[in-house]
């Protein structure tokens, strides 16, 4: 009598599918139905995961709870040597990323992105990232992030597809990919199941408006400072009031724009 075969194990929502990143070849990530998706449309696809594919978020991804596609914009390159970019047209210095490149990069995302999920260029005058953006993105089901390079991108690009610029802060890098990985590694970590502990991004800063309270930990004193003694309290209302007071007060000299929208929420 010969033994029946096992029927394989079904997996329900999960999926196995390698990716076209070395570490993904090596070990397939699961993709769950439905799961958060960045496409990132890059020179530098090689930069990617980088960070992300550490600690919280690079568990989360191979757990298959959110998805990583880069996208290479040279692929789309013009000529021989797949040419990317051209002079500004009026004159100036530095080169600017071809409208017909861009387009056809962003036209190859469209087949797997999630429908209806926002396109972005990251970008020096855009809008600065903040947490409530953050929200809205994890909400959204996914994101298409276009990293540029040199001076910047055709304008008619931005036109065409109504892309929103954001910028990761009131200075210039050499290029989008730093500030994709920030922006994906701060929407990713409020996806359901990501973080351990659900309350963390509940008590964190911005989360309420304010600026997160101090935090500490063992041992009880070091250097001569001792952890606050309300904190050992063991009395859940003060060490709740003490946090609050702790957070409206940092907030109030390090943050008065957000000081000031917090007491006029408030009143």
Same mark, same amino acid.
């Given at each position: 009598?010969?033994?029946?075969?096992?029927?394989?194990?079904?997996?329900?929502?999960k999926t196995?599918?390698?990716?076209?990143?070395?570490?993904?070849l090596?070990?397939?990530?699961?993709? =769950?139905?439905? /799961?958060?998706? &960045?496409?990132?449309? +890059?020179?530098? @696809? *090689? #930069?990617?995961?980088?960070? %992300?594919?550490?600690?919280?978020?690079?568990?989360?991804?191979?757990?298959g709870?959110?998805?990583?596609?880069?996208?290479?914009?040279?692929?789309?390159?013009?000529?021989?040597?797949?040419?990317?970019?051209?002079?500004?047209?009026?004159?100036?210095?530095?080169?600017?990323l071809?409208?017909?490149? =861009?387009?056809? /990069?962003?036209? &190859?995302t469209?087949? +797997?992105?999630? @429908? *209806? #999920?926002?396109?972005i260029? %990251?970008?020096?005058?855009?809008?600065?990232?903040?947490?409530?953006?953050?929200?809205?993105?994890?909400?959204?089901?996914?994101?298409?992030?276009?990293?540029g390079?040199?001076?910047g991108?055709?304008?008619?690009?931005?036109?065409?597809?109504?892309?929103?610029?954001?910028?990761?802060?009131?200075?210039?890098?050499?290029?989008?990919e730093?500030?994709?990985?920030?922006?994906?590694?701060?929407?990713?970590?409020?996806?359901?199941?990501?973080?351990?502990?659900?309350?963390?991004?509940?008590?964190?800063s911005f989360?309420?408006?304010?600026?997160?309270?101090?935090?500490?930990?063992?041992p009880?004193?070091?250097?001569?400072?001792?952890?606050?003694?309300?904190?050992?309290?063991?009395?859940?209302?003060?060490?709740?009031?003490?946090?609050?007071?702790?957070?409206?007060?940092?907030?109030?000299e390090?943050?008065?724009?957000l000081?000031?929208a917090?007491?006029?929420?408030?009143?």
């Amino acid at each position: 009598m010969t033994d029946t075969p096992r029927p394989a194990r079904a997996l329900g929502r999960k999926t196995i599918r390698p990716t076209l990143t070395p570490r993904e070849l090596i070990t397939p990530t699961p993709e =769950l139905k439905g /799961a958060w998706s &960045a496409q990132v449309i +890059t020179l530098f @696809p *090689g #930069a990617f995961p980088g960070v %992300l594919g550490e600690s919280l978020t690079g568990k989360a991804l191979q757990e298959g709870l959110w998805r990583l596609e880069t996208h290479d914009l040279r692929g789309f390159g013009i000529g021989r040597h797949r040419n990317v970019d051209d002079t500004p047209a009026g004159g100036g210095a530095g080169m600017v990323l071809r409208a017909d490149v =861009l387009g056809a /990069a962003i036209e &190859a995302t469209r087949e +797997t992105a999630i @429908p *209806g #999920a926002p396109l972005i260029y %990251l970008s020096p005058r855009g809008r600065r990232m903040d947490q409530a953006l953050m929200r809205q993105l994890a909400r959204a089901g996914g994101v298409t992030l276009i990293c540029g390079r040199f001076e910047g991108v055709d304008e008619r690009v931005l036109e065409h597809y109504a892309i929103d610029e954001v910028s990761l802060g009131d200075f210039v890098m050499t290029g989008g990919e730093i500030a994709a990985q920030a922006l994906i590694d701060a929407t990713v970590r409020l996806l359901p199941g990501v973080l351990g502990n659900a309350a963390s991004a509940e008590e964190e800063s911005f989360a309420n408006g304010l600026l997160e309270h101090p935090q500490y930990t063992r041992p009880a004193e070091w250097q001569g400072r001792a952890i606050p003694e309300v904190l050992m309290s063991g009395h859940h209302g003060r060490v709740a009031d003490w946090r609050r007071e702790q957070a409206e007060a940092i907030t109030r000299e390090r943050r008065p724009d957000l000081w000031e929208a917090y007491t006029r929420k408030r009143d």
